[in-house]
């Protein structure tokens, strides 16, 4: 079964940063595409940033030159180095995989508060 698990989130001021973490088990890491995804208070849950298997990454225009997703297959963890917050950053935080023949899951989030 796998198993997505976020954590890192918190408060933090304008301009700060965050960064967040998806320990992934239940599957072969290396092979999944994993993405961040968000979604603030009344709105829909909208896509942030992907890496893929070979390493490629992918950004909403948003969070691009803000935002650094990146994986460690040694430790099956996805991150996503969020700097120069803002408070339009607010929202609850998902990780999602993409297992090849597999199906996508994801995990519970993790809250990002950006408040002053």
């Known amino acids: 079964q796998v198993q997505l698990v976020e954590s890192g989130g918190g408060l933090v001021q304008p301009g700060g940063s965050l960064r967040l973490s998806c320990a992934a088990s239940?599957?072969?890491?290396?092979?999944?595409?994993m993405g961040w995804y968000r979604q603030a208070p009344g709105k829909e849950r909208e896509w942030v940033a992907t890496i893929t298997s070979s390493g490629s990454t992918i950004y909403a225009d948003s969070v691009k030159g803000r935002f650094t997703i990146a994986r460690d297959n040694g430790k099956n963890t996805v991150y996503l180095q969020m700097n120069s917050l803002k408070l339009e950053d607010t929202a609850v935080y998902y990780c999602k995989a993409v297992i090849p023949f597999g199906g996508n899951h994801w995990g519970q989030g993790t809250q990002v508060t950006v408040s002053s």
């Open positions: 239940g599957s072969i890491f290396s092979t999944n595409t």
